[in-house]
Nanobody, 118 residues
Framework: QVQLVESGGGLVQPGGSLRLSCAAS????????MGWYRQAPGKSRELVAV???????NYATSVKGRFTISRDNAKRTVYLQMNSLKPEDTAVYYC????????????WGQGTQVTVSS
């Protein structure tokens, strides 16, 4: 049983900051890649940022320079620090993890709402 639980979403003013967390639990030996995706109303789910277990990162062009993804392997947790938030960042943010064992699988959290509005 693998579960991903996101937290940290909420309502913030433009220019503000939020920090999202996603903790993985269950029978997990390792996690290859963890990432954050988001889906805004009327739009498809898009990749925001991903990070490998070695710390390599990739970001969507729309968030480069504003968002930072990090992970704590001991805590099996991935974070997304979001600064200089814009109304266009409003979306449901989903945590994702690729877990290789017992067989390669892709897991998703339930999502957390981020609303950027004045």
């Amino acid at each position: 049983q693998v579960q991903l639980v996101e937290s940290g979403g909420g309502l913030v003013q433009p220019g503000g900051s939020l920090r999202l967390s996603c903790a993985a639990s269950g029978s997990i030996f390792s996690i290859n890649v963890m990432g954050w995706y988001r889906q805004a109303p009327g739009k498809s789910r898009e990749l925001v940022a991903v990070i490998t277990r070695d710390g390599s990162t990739n970001y969507a062009t729309s968030v480069k320079g504003r968002f930072t993804i990090s992970r704590d392997n001991a805590k099996r947790t991935v974070y997304l620090q979001m600064n200089s938030l814009k109304p266009e960042d409003t979306a449901v943010y989903y945590c994702n993890a690729e877990i290789p064992e017992p067989s390669l699988g892709d897991y998703w959290g339930q999502g957390t709402q981020v609303t950027v509005s004045s």
